[in-house]
């Protein structure tokens, strides 16, 4: 006992006992860094396991021209043609956005196009430079990736003293080609006559 310990000189009980105390002690201790621990590492889990919310989705795929980014045309009439690489199937929600404008800072800007798919025809176009942008939308949260790439568009027609020509160009070889087959046609029935002549 301890009063024992106490009256009696030899250390050695006494020794033994307190030793046990601090064994004692030392586990209560550890016992104690263990429980610590693990409601720190509880505290630290995600907030998604502790509140049953799905994991964030991955950030919105941003789409890229599937053409040159330095197109002409004569006719005013284009198809712009785009692709996500980042995914293998595109997810009802994601629609795309395509723009137009005519300087390459899009300080007056157009939207041509809005919808599922991945192309659409440009048309009506007059002379000049026109630039394009696309990017995808998330119609679920209203998200939008980055715009794509500009794409630069110039349109040039050809001019009216050349359209004439190759109209007059075009009339005379329809009426060469109306005079061909008339003489042909003629010389025919005239080869026929004459065998027919030589027969009687």
Known sequence: SLERCRNVGSPGPCSTLSSSKRNLSVTVRNVAAVLVACLLFVSAAPAQE???????????????????????????????LWSVDTLESLPDSLHFELQQAS????RSVKTRYTGPDMATYISGLKDGKYYFRVRTVDQTDAQTSPWSQMMEVTVEHHSLNLALTLAGLGGVVFLLTVAVVVYGTRTTERAAEREANKSA
């Open 50 to 80: 502790m509140t049953g919310e799905s994991p964030p989705m991955p950030p919105i795929p941003t789409p890229s021209f599937d053409m040159s980014l330095d197109h002409a045309t004569s006719s005013g009439t284009i198809r712009l």
């Open 103 to 106: 300087d390459s800072l899009f």
